[in-house]
């Protein structure tokens, strides 16, 4: 028998109340006040569409549903990632979430979107049940000081050169799409979304990949108490870019040591520069998850085998 739950767009006191229900689950050390208010100001939490599941005029249900963009195949698709699902605890196993997510879903699709992804924090088996795949999901760590630079603090022949993101936008855009492009799919950080990249962690620092006074690729980094998280980066496409790829790895674990971090690591793909600088694991959570809500899409093997390269900014 279905439970009476009234699914609907939240409005800006349901979203607060979606905010303040995730409280025992996203916390930080912050009160409840605090917290509802930080998520509510943030530029990743404002952007989402909240869907809320009420029951009796109460939210006991949410997500939100963040318009994005992919290269599938050589074509944009519009789609959406899915965030913050959550389901209050004394309503949970009515299969309220599931409800949520098949309303999410058709109300998306109506709206033009072709593809949903989402980044799961439990067993993936939930999802793979309504209709999500499991892609490769993989990240790594080093420490600090386990390469070492030339006295001029390159590394054969490259170097960091910060810059400031409102300078370098429409270049690392630019770099981004010449790099990942050219995968069966990606996803893409042009126009708004990329604006929007921008503004999520002001804080964050951005570095050119330089060689021979050339711009050969870039990185952003968001600091986390010790450890240096690579949030994004790209490399132009080139016969050597595999040994720009390393050199831009080993060049911010060489350098992190100096801003007095213990560690680096991010989402990378298994591939061989991540191999040379990080220890590989599959993601125990944040795994990456992928349905087409259009039954023409194709999202075959090589598509997901795609997903593994995933920028952690892009998670939501």
Known sequence: ????????????????????????????????????????????????????????????????????????????????????????????????????????????????????????????????RLGYRRCPAHRGFAEAEAFTTDTDGSLDGFRLEPFAADQGRDEMQRLYAADYGREPLSMEHAGEYGRHLADR???????????????????????????????????????????????????????AATQGAKRIGGWFPDSASARACFRLEDRPDEITMIKPLDAALEVDDACLAAADRLVEIDHV
């Open 1 to 128: 028998m279905l439970h009476p739950l009234d699914i609907h767009v939240a409005n800006d006191e349901e979203r607060r109340a979606a905010h303040a229900n995730v409280y025992d689950v996203w916390a930080r050390g912050a009160t409840v006040e605090e917290h509802v208010n930080r998520r509510d100001a943030s530029p990743l939490h404002r952007r989402g569409r909240w869907i809320v599941g009420c029951v009796a005029g109460r939210v006991v249900t949410s997500l939100a549903s963040h318009a994005v963009s992919f290269r599938l195949h050589g074509q944009s698709v519009p789609a959406i990632a899915i965030g913050s699902v959550h389901t209050m605890a004394e309503h949970r196993g009515r299969g309220f979430a599931p409800r949520l997510l098949e309303w999410t879903e058709r109300f998306e699709h109506q709206q033009g979107a072709r593809l949903s992804v989402l980044f799961s924090d439990i067993k993936p088996d939930y999802y793979a």
């Open 201 to 255: 962690r002001p804080d964050d620092v951005y570095c050119w990949l330089v060689s021979e006074s050339q711009h050969a690729g870039y990185v952003r980094l968001t600091r986390a108490g010790d450890l240096i998280k690579i949030a994004d980066y790209a490399v132009a496409p080139s016969a050597g870019e595999e040994t720009a790829r390393e050199a831009l790895f080993r060049l911010v674990i060489a350098q």
